[in-house]
């Protein structure tokens, strides 16, 4: 099925209305059409055609979001790039694509291109990377159908507001992020985007820039709460997942006047999978509510959650027709859902998915480094903080300024262990030589 471009339509429809806002400046729908139709015709003169893979190594801002819909105007694939990432982690991304920018666009001479300004609904809008369980970025496949569910069942849940002004203050190399600047295109509303969280920069917008919806994790709730945020004006939910959420945070943000709800997803689903309507006042508060209206939620026998719907990436279902999200859970008598634990190791610090594998190879490329265990520990601030187990050679314990120099040279931040044990005995593996992480703390 071929609809209609959004950013066409939005910017034909309320060509003055805010399609983005910045703390560096903003643009109008009309704005933002026009700098991503010459965007267009810069990335089709550097090759890029219907289905070409485009890496953006862009901060969220402007120049992202003209990039982006600039993609998107020919068909192009848009590789968002986070550009915490190492200089490693970049250039595997980039490697992986036709075209790569880390530049922003000229974005002059506006004038249509060349392809029809229409979105294909199978084709693929964007590919993610979510390290999960492995130690290598694995690319997800999001289609223009999955993003224009996701948006719709989205509104059901939350409510459409044709003044919706959604803060984004997370990176738009993940799925969450993304989906903001996408469906507010969507619904011709404003999306409001930080380069990165900053309390205070985050505190004054609510505050102060009329803004109507905020995704958040438990980490960047946390910290708004501990600055102070009470009562945010126009603030109709602040959407919170990306991990465990304790129950007290939630009724602790309640107590000061933050209209929380509870949410679940992955990148797989497109972001959204299960939402706590606004209509429900009685929401529980371990309990990340219903499924979209396009999504199914089941249980497998042995309490991993399962999806099916349209917002599902292509391929990333198994063989019996379900997404098996590697997470544990169950559904209340009114069909909430309520997340308990993840069957995979993956450690999610802060909202962030970290991949075990990945960090112990970092760390056992140290050459006083024999084997490493990397684990997610509980923290009040963090969710889980990434721990490390290195195993030293004997008499060469490296100090943790070293082990912390040497992972923030190979790795982003969030993916640096916070504490490191050093010891000199084995860590303990099956007897095919498997690493047991789950043991090693104990």
Not at 18 to 41: F, I, K, M, Q
Not at 120 to 132: K, M
Not at 264 to 271: A, I, N
Not at 313 to 323: I, K, P, T, V
Request: charged fraction near 20%.
């Amino acid at each position: 099925m071929v609809v209609e471009g959004w950013l066409a339509r939005a910017a034909a429809k309320h060509p003055g209305r805010v399609a983005v806002a910045t703390p560096s400046g903003s643009a109008t729908y009309a704005e933002l059409h026009a700098d991503a139709r010459a965007g267009a015709h810069e990335l089709e003169a550097r090759g890029a055609r219907a289905g070409t893979r485009v890496a953006i190594a862009l901060p969220a801002g402007l120049d992202m979001a003209r990039a982006l819909h600039a993609a998107m105007l020919i068909g192009a694939i848009a590789v968002p790039v986070d550009p915490r990432l190492s200089t490693a982690e970049r250039e595997a991304i980039a490697a992986r694509c036709e075209l790569a920018l880390e530049e922003p666009l000229a974005c002059a001479g506006a004038d249509a291109p060349a392809a029809p300004q229409r979105h294909d609904l199978d084709a693929v809008a964007a590919i993610i990377h979510t390290s999960g369980t492995t130690a290598a970025p694995r690319p997800v496949e999001l289609t223009f159908g999955n993003f224009l569910w996701s948006a719709l069942g989205s509104a059901v849940a939350l409510g459409g507001d044709v003044e919706e002004r959604w803060l984004c203050a997370m990176p738009l190399s993940h799925v969450g992020g993304l989906s903001i600047l996408l469906r507010s295109a969507i619904y011709a509303t404003t999306a409001i985007l930080h380069e990165r969280f900053e309390t205070e920069r985050v505190i004054a917008s609510l505050q102060g820039d009329g803004v109507t919806l905020v995704s958040l994790v438990a980490t960047t709730l946390a910290r708004l709460l501990d600055a102070g945020l009470e009562r945010p004006p126009a603030l109709r939910v602040a959407l919170t997942g990306g991990g465990p959420v304790a129950p007290d945070l939630m009724r602790r943000a309640r107590a000061a006047g933050v209209p929380v709800r509870l949410t679940y997803g992955l990148t797989e689903s497109c972001s959204q999978a299960t939402t706590a309507p606004l209509a429900e006042t009685d929401a529980p508060d371990d309990a990340a509510g219903p499924p979209l209206f396009c999504t199914a939620v089941a249980i497998a026998p042995d309490g991993e959650i399962l999806l099916r719907g349209p917002t599902v990436a292509r391929g990333a279902a198994g063989e019996d027709g379900w997404l098996h999200t590697g997470d544990l859970g169950e559904l209340d008598q009114r069909g909430r859902l309520r997340v308990l634990a993840r069957k995979s190791e993956t450690i999610v610090s802060g909202g962030e998915n970290v991949a075990p594998a990945e960090v112990e190879a970092v760390l056992e490329e140290h050459p006083d480094v024999v084997e490493a265990a990397v684990l997610g520990r509980e923290d009040a601030q963090w969710g889980e903080a990434v721990v490390a187990v290195i195993v030293h050679r004997p008499g060469r314990a490296p100090e943790q300024a070293e082990l912390l120099e040497h992972c923030r040279a190979r790795l982003a931040p969030y993916k640096v262990p916070k504490e490191f044990t050093r010891t000199e005995d084995p860590l303990p593996r099956t007897a095919s030589g498997k690493l047991q992480r789950r043991s090693v703390l104990r």
